[in-house]
């Protein structure tokens, strides 16, 4: 038998007897190669091609409008591979460069066009902000890290802000080092873990305003970022030291650890995806980029490693649960790439890539809950520019009107499956999941109260760490410090009335007088 090579299509003639014909293409596609067999049967003059199906092979990016996007913004341009951005169904928040310290934008998302340059920021820290996020259990609360090595906890107006914001509801403080990664724990309310410089990942009880965790001796090198797995039992970090570990936070222990994941020298993620396996990109010895996936029982080998290009650009992963897709963006990129995980071989299966002119210096990923279901719309990206954030609509093209179930399975809502106390003391619970069908309405959010223990508690001592993992101790005056807090929202609402009543009578009184005037 003859073999041929054509154009990259390895051909193998049969007998002219037999009417199948097998070919197999290596296709090189954006920087990255994939493998394809068609089947092709010829019978009667007909073709017939096997190509595996998905419901996400044609989704498409399209970027929105001008006057949709926030205008004249000045991102920050500290040099710290965070995404600069975070969203949730009412707010877009951006870091900015500010002078004298670290501020970041916070705008209704309604709020398109200029951003006029006096408009209020959230500015406290005393350094710049490298990251932020937003509670998953209260769209009106942000976490912050920055360079003055504090966390703060801030507590957004319902309607946005009208003055700058300079007092947060919590300062915590603990690390030695600037504060890069902070992250809410996604199923126990007031749960907050951040990372610093100084190699420690601490755990916070943000209610208490207490350190109950400090993993202060698992990295000998920077971390580059930590991630949750599904109900919040157990957390991933990928590390300058090349190596990604799966730790148990409350027992202290590293349950799995893969060196040299990827062998470049420069930074990589991992994230945990719903089935407990964990993504991973970085870079190659020659600094190629990389994806892999890994089982953490048994991290010798990956289960799938593809090679994508020589950028230089940190990749990004934003991973949706319901469809398992994964979303790469890189800083300096002006694309955007997606694929879909599944348990059929390749395992990572490229799906699409979103590109544009410009490249993005960081990225906002919207939950689930902010989507326009009506739109078929299955992402939403808010890309930042030098001097703008532009959103990015992903879309499944369908005909129908009707809700689309398969495109939007239950998702996981706003309320809260565990209390902080609960999870510290070893209870793990998944999501409480939501149905998208008549498209999420936010409810009303409840304020973030701080009960504020023993003052000399709250900061970990820098050697022993043995009194933080304990088990916080509920207050026998739990019930009385709720009351009091509701007397004095009642209080603080009567007081309000009763002054703009005073206001609304000087104002007729004034008019009142005009009135008379203008009679006579």
Known sequence: MIRRELNGVHHCPAPRECRHLALTLLILHHGVSFHFTLSLVSSNNT????????????????????????????????????????????????IIEASGGGAFLVLPLHKTGRIDKSYPTVCGHTGPVLDIDWCPHNDQVIASGSED?????????????????????????????????????????NVLLSAGCDNAIIIWNVGTGEALINLDDMHSDMIYNVSWNRNGSLICTASKD???????????????????????????????????NVFTTGFSRMSERQLALWNPKNMQEPIALHEMDTSNGVLLPFYDPDTSIIYLCGKGDSSIRYFEITDESPYVHYLNTFSSKEPQRGMGYMSKRGLDVNRCEIARFFKLH???????????????????????????????????????????????????????IPGKNRDLKVVKKNILDNKPTANKKCDLISAPKKTADTTGVQNEAKLDEILKEIKSIKDTICNQDERISKLEQQMAKIAA
């Open 47 to 94: 073709m017939r091609r096997v190509v595996r199906q998905s419901k996400f092979r044609h989704v498409f990016g399209q970027a929105v409008k001008n006057d949709q996007c926030y205008d004249d913004i000045r991102v920050s341009r500290v040099t710290w591979d965070s995404s600069f951005c975070a969203v949730n169904p009412r707010f877009v928040a951006i």
């Open 149 to 189: 090595c504090t966390v703060m906890v801030w507590q957004i107006p319902e309607n946005g802000l009208t003055l700058s914001l300079t007092e947060p509801v919590v300062i915590l403080e603990g690390h030695s080092k600037r504060v890069g990664i902070v992250a809410w724990h996604p199923t126990a309310r």
């Open 386 to 440: 030098e001097r703008k954030c532009e959103p990015i609509i992903m879309t499944v093209p369908r005909k129908s009107d009707l809700f689309q179930d398969d495109l939007y399975p239950d998702t996981a809502g706003p309320e809260a499956a565990l209390e902080a106390e609960e999870w510290f003391e070893g209870k793990n619970a998944d999501p409480i999941l939501i149905s998208l069908k008549y498209g999420y």
């Open 242 to 276: 090349k190596k990604v570990r799966v730790i148990d936070p409350r027992k202290q222990e590293i349950i799995a650890e893969k060196e040299k994941a990827h062998e470049g020298a420069r930074p990589m993620r991992a994230i945990f995806l719903a089935d407990g």
